[in-house]
């Protein structure tokens, strides 16, 4: 019988969930300073050469999930790559914001890190399974998304307002989710896609405060 035969994976151990965590955030710090550094690196590129390194993260993310149960030194060093792929591809975008209101800049990141370190512990934290809520969530970004190539051709009053505080909500879900699936995941090398997950959170919860910090500017 199936029931007879199936391996389970064992249950970590408080020691190992808490390595886990310290291994995820600290990939998620790291690839937050090569993400700076290439914002810093590419802040005099064009949009389209953005868009060009934007493009090239996405496929080191691909080939992160691709290799991730393979080789956990080839994840975290595709890992790494994205962050800085990012951050070039960003970085046409945060050197307008840096160069009209440079303050502005500095108030997303902080709000960004109260807003992650908030909604991170809560779903560390809660026994309630968030994946119901997560699916939810994820469908409600396909449409935000879809909103905002819509509002690219259509005029739409305060599309820009109504794009950031929708998509705050959002990442405010996946971000409780993802940090939740930290706490509950029983694979020790899951820590570089985690890490990916959490990271990716931080970059949108950042350039949508980025945009709605920005708004009236």
């Not at 035969?5 to 310290?22: F, H, K, N």
């Not at 990012?86 to 902080?110: C, D, F, M, R």
């Not at 996946?174 to 939740?180: E, R, V």
């Amino acid at each position: 019988m199936e029931s007879s035969t199936a391996v389970t994976q064992p249950s970590l151990t408080r020691d190992e969930t808490g390595t886990l965590l310290g291994q995820t955030m600290g990939l998620v710090a790291v690839t937050a300073g090569l993400f700076a550094l290439g914002a810093y690196l590419g802040r005099d590129l064009s949009y389209g050469w953005g868009w060009v390194f934007y493009i090239a993260s996405f496929a080191c993310l691909i080939g992160l999930n691709v290799v991730a149960q393979r080789s956990e030194g080839a994840a975290i060093g595709l890992l790494f790559g994205f962050g800085v792929l990012i951050g070039l591809g960003t970085a046409p975008t945060i050197a307008y914001y840096a160069s009209t209101n440079p303050k502005i800049v500095w108030q997303a990141g902080g709000a960004t890190a109260l807003f992650i370190a908030g909604f991170g512990a809560a779903g560390y934290a809660t026994r309630r399974d968030l994946a119901p809520l997560a699916r939810a969530a994820f469908w409600a970004l396909i449409a935000l998304i879809i909103f905002g190539i819509v509002a690219i051709f259509v005029q739409i009053p305060n599309s820009q307002l109504i794009y950031a505080i929708a998509g705050l909500a959002i990442f405010a879900v996946l971000t409780a989710f993802d940090f939740q699936r930290l706490r509950r995941t029983q694979d020790i090398r899951a820590a570089p896609l985690l890490a990916a997950s959490i990271f990716l959170d931080i970059l949108n919860v950042f350039l949508l405060l980025l945009s709605l910090f920005g708004r009236n500017d």
